[in-house]
């Protein structure tokens, strides 16, 4: 090979420069940035080529009254944000319902985490209570609601009760088996060191059961929501369950897919406050950013 050549080959070979780690993190930023803006512009067409599909079905072909459309459900939204509902401010009712479904879940989170972790810990008590658990479990939430508005009322107290009912068994059931899946070597070893039940309880058993726990939390709430509305459905004075519940009455399409939007919107709204706290509480936690498993 001539010189010639080598010296063209040299000048035509462009020169790599080292990238520093200010560009580095700049680039992977902006690679992250366009990977959310592709993930929520495909969402956003998904959900537009969704409701267009929706309003020309209903339309062309269905009958709205019974099928209703985005147009006529928007307009419901509007209208009771606006001008109100049949039973006071929208504002009102969204606040019961969140009131109901908050106690509820606080409530029924503090008592699934205590039963299930000292049942976890206890397999001479869990043997015990477990057929009585499991029949409580076995009773149907609806039946539940229903006796709660006779033993209490129309008031907050029978729809906290429905509430706490759903979310106990979705957030005791995942704390028993966190409690049960603690390494056994390691409170072992701390007993060698002389640490007492309560410090094993509270070092070792918690903090170990504790993704488990906030895990269940995710599904807990929409349990309370779930709670909530289906105590106003079976009978209530105020709330997005009665609203529901008249709309269905009232052969007002629109209305139940309303308010199905707006419990929607709270219950995602809570999903993204249990996440944040979640990240906090578990930054120990290896991150499964680059995990490539699915949904």
């Known amino acids: 090979m001539s010189h010639d050549v080598l010296v063209k080959d040299a000048v035509a070979t462009p020169v790599v420069e080292n990238e520093t780690e200010e560009q580095i993190l700049a680039r992977v930023r902006t690679n992250a940035r366009r990977a959310r803006l592709r993930t929520w512009g495909l969402r956003a067409l998904l959900v537009a080529l969704w409701l267009g599909a929706w309003e020309l079905t209903a339309t062309v072909w269905i009958d709205p009254f019974f099928y209703s459309k985005p147009s006529l459900i928007w ?47 206890s397999r001479y008590w869990a043997e015990v209570l477990a057929p009585f658990i499991k029949a409580l479990n076995a009773v149907p939430r609806i039946v539940l609601a229903s006796l709660f508005i006779i033993w209490f009322g129309l008031g907050l107290s029978s729809k906290v009760a429905t509430v706490v009912v759903l979310v106990f068994f979705a957030v005791f059931f995942n704390a ?50 779930i709670g909530a509305v289906v105590g106003e459905y ?49 930054k120990w936690r290896p991150s499964q950013a680059n995990s490539n498993h699915g949904i």
């Open 75 to 121: 307009a419901r939204l509007v209208e009771w944000f606006t001008e109100g509902t049949q039973f006071g401010s929208i504002w009102l009712q969204i606040y019961t319902t969140v009131q109901e479904a908050v106690l509820g879940f606080a409530i029924g989170t503090v008592a699934g985490v205590v039963l299930g972790v000292l049942l976890g810990r």
């Open 234 to 282: 079976a009978g209530a004075s105020k709330g997005l369950g009665l609203l529901i519940s008249n709309a269905q009455g009232t052969f007002d399409s629109a209305g139940i897919y309303a308010g199905m939007i707006i419990i929607t919107v709270i219950a995602l709204i809570a999903e993204w406050g249990i996440g944040m706290a979640e990240n906090r509480l578990l």
């Open 176 to 225: 028993f088996t966190g409690a049960r899946e603690v390494d056994g070597n390691v409170i072992n070893n701390a007993r060698i060191l002389g640490a007492s039940r309560r410090q094993v309880l509270v070092s070792i058993v918690l903090p170990s059961a504790t993704t488990w726990i906030l895990s269940s939390l995710h599904t807990a709430f929409g349990f309370a929501l």
